[in-house]
């Protein structure tokens, strides 16, 4: 069963405009979240993160949302740059795991349009 | 500060034989995960070490295994290949057990034949 699931395989996006990507998972228990971005032939880069007690987190142009609710969190870029061009992953962890193990989503390929 | 490494970057081996790859975390780190990346299943996790032990352990059958070292790196090892064990292996630091935020290295590419 997939705990994090991204359901955008990919999406197109104008440069200058808002790259919105979204996150949903199912576990209760994770109360931590992360988002990651990787190019082709590199491993992941972390880009921004949000505890369980909050449901918005900013850094420059990136601002992570989180709907507890919801089970939802979504990644909001702007403005959107051709180097943003890349496959975005989000990835949870919680307090119920002995270690530092996160569970990622399938990713979405984001493309910014020049 | 330099980045997680890896090595080696690619490798091709055959059914049957043995692996092992290698990690050192960034300078300070002293947590170490393992992932597995196909296109199929995704990044999955292997296993977390931390002080030279393994505290977590994902999904993976017994061929695979781990170790850290007291220094802080950290191998796996893949034994008796299957065709699809081909994947990239990814390794990340993070700075203690109770740090979140992971840093990965580039990956080790590995192709089974």
């Known amino acids: 069963d997939q705990q994090v699931k991204q359901n955008s395989p990919s999406l197109s996006v104008q440069e200058g405009r808002i790259s919105i990507l979204n996150c949903d998972y199912t576990?209760?228990?994770?109360?931590?979240f992360l988002w990651y971005k990787k190019y082709p032939a590199e491993g992941p880069t972390f880009l921004i993160s949000i505890s369980s007690i909050k449901d918005k987190n900013e850094d420059g142009r990136f601002t992570v949302f989180l709907n507890k609710s919801a089970k939802h969190l979504s990644l909001h870029i702007v403005p959107s740059q051709p180097g943003d061009s890349a496959v975005y992953f989000c990835a949870a962890s919680g307090r119920n795991n002995a270690g530092n193990m996160l569970t990622f989503g399938g990713g979405t390929r984001l493309m910014v349009k020049p | 500060k330099a980045g997680v490494t890896q090595t080696p970057r690619y490798l091709i081996k055959t059914r049957g034989q043995q692996v092992t790859l290698s990690c050192s975390p960034i300078s300070g780190h002293r947590s170490v995960s393992w992932y597995q990346q196909t296109p199929g299943q995704g990044l999955q996790f292997l296993f977390e070490?931390?002080?030279?032990?393994?505290?977590n352990k994902g999904n993976f059958p017994g061929r695979f295994s781990g170790r850290q070292f007291s220094n802080s790196r950290s191998e796996m090892n893949v034994s008796t290949l299957e065709l699809g064990d081909s994947a990239l292996y990814l390794c990340?630091?993070?700075?203690?057990?109770?740090?979140?935020?992971?840093?990965f290295g580039p990956g080790t590419r590995l192709t089974v034949t």
């Open positions: 576990n209760s228990m994770f109360d931590y």
């Open positions: 070490y931390f002080s030279e032990t393994q505290r």
């Open positions: 990340a630091s993070s700075r203690d057990s109770l740090t979140y935020e992971q840093y």
